[in-house]
């Protein structure tokens, strides 16, 4: 176990190295016919050996990024192709690799042996200010954003980077929906889902517990948690608390946005949205059904679910992908209600850089992912829902184990939700997590909280985008 993890926490030293040294040039940095800082700086800086230093510098080598100068060092260059076209691809490796975004590469150059597309890793944590900064120095021409990232590009007024799309009618129209601005679509949905429950169907069965349905409240699953977790074994439910797409929903189902008076202020003392967030903090003060964790993700939580020590969590359609080789009985459900029964939609979609030198090559790629016959291999071979209505409603033989209930998606529409439909900017959300979060975990009293929020709504309402910043 310790020699497993000493190499998962080597490959974090050695992607952050290539992801903070892609990211210093991009930015400008190391100017283009400058130098890195030499390998034996490096070494130190990131705690790596001279071999995986190497590894690092040959991974930006082939991207196109330095050069290796014999003797002398590696230095900053502005790729230009000779034969063909190259096309870099942003994207963040989880989501690609979901999606089987190898294959579907793979199958594009196969069809288009004169297109090389060079995928790009950008990193998770601060997706929307490095994919800006890559657009803006013509480092990548396609790239994979979510709506929230879209909603980052509009508040920072950066979607001019975005170049219009032509509007796909086979794509479902809500996760299109997301993307647009006037009459133009900036960015073409891939793949989506909704936030949803997972559970263990083994445990259900052993506690005697009825499985989730459209009905349940939250307090249903309260009094249920209770029957599913086992002293010393198992809790009955958890989620990752800091989730910008899990905590909101307690307020989005209590049917009540968050808007300021005509004078730009916000009034929360009576707030059933604050009221949402009352039913999250009793949740977390049952002890007994949601365990005391310091989550560093959504991945901690998954992964204690995968272990058999959590009987349900809230996740999407996308964590599915992990469960399908991992034996475990499983199934889907719509999440509890409050006031309403309203979830969290997330749409992972596909931009082209508006600043590209290969325009037609980035659209035609885009195409191609968002064809038919791509999506069909998506709905086939994963457990995603694919942005594609056809492909999803292909009916044959399955390729891959999937859950009784995957296709109960298509039942809960109507509850999907944006979460810029709350009234809040990003920003904002961003902005008030620290004190919601005291107030979730009990160090801070629901007085407070409204009287916090209060001051620093308007404040945060007038600033420009921490992470495009």
Known sequence: ??????????????????????????????????FLPSESDLEVRFQLSNNSVRKGLDTLVAEGLIEKIARVGNRVKSPRPEHGTILKFGYVRATAELAGMDKLLKAFHELYPHIQVQPVELPQSSYSRALKEYMEADMVDVAMLNNNNFQD??????????????????LYPFATAPFLQGDSTLVQPFILSPV?????????????????????????????????????????????LPSRNRWPIFMLQSGETIEADDKG??????????????????????????????SESDADA??????????????TYFF????????????????????????????????????????????LLVRFLTSYESQLLVRQHTL??????????????????????????????PTFRLIK??????????????????????LQDRETLCRKLELLLPEASKGKLVDLL
């Open 196 to 240: 949803v429950l997972c559970y263990n169907k083994e445990h259900f069965r052993e506690s005697g517990v009825p499985e989730p349905d459209s009905s349940w409240t939250w307090r249903d699953l309260f009094r249920y948690g209770k029957q599913l977790a086992v002293l010393g074994e198992r809790f009955g439910f958890y989620f990752y």
């Open 421 to 442: 439909e709350m009234g809040l900017s990003n920003n904002q959300l961003k902005e008030m997590q620290r004190d919601t979060m005291l107030f979730l975990s009990g």
């Open 302 to 315: 998954e992964a204690l679910f995968l272990e058999g020590k959590v009987s349900v969590i809230m996740t």
């Open 384 to 413: 995603n829902i694919t942005a594609h209505r056809r492909a999803m409603e292909w009916q044959g033989e399955e390729f891959v184990y999937r859950p009784f209930r995957f296709f109960m998606y298509r039942e809960i529409i």
């Open 320 to 363: 599915l992908n992990q469960l399908k080789d991992a034996g475990i009985s499983f199934d889907v459900s719509p999440l509890p209600g409050l006031n309403n029964n309203r979830t969290l939609l997330i749409v992972n979609g596909l931009a082209v850089n508006s600043r590209t030198r290969h325009k037609e090559a980035a659209k």
């Open 153 to 170: 590009f509009e508040e920072g007024e950066q979607t001019v980077l975005l170049e219009p799309l032509e509007k796909n009618d086979e």
């Open 265 to 294: 202020e916000y009034h929360l003392a009576a707030s059933k949205a604050v009221d949402g967030l009352e039913i999250c903090r009793e949740l977390l003060e049952m002890k007994d059904v949601f365990p005391v964790l310091l």
């Open 1 to 34: 176990m310790q020699k497993r993890n000493s190499r998962k926490y080597f490959r974090i030293r050695l992607d952050e190295m290539i992801v903070t040294l892609r990211e210093e040039i991009v930015s400008g940095k190391y100017a283009v016919g400058g």
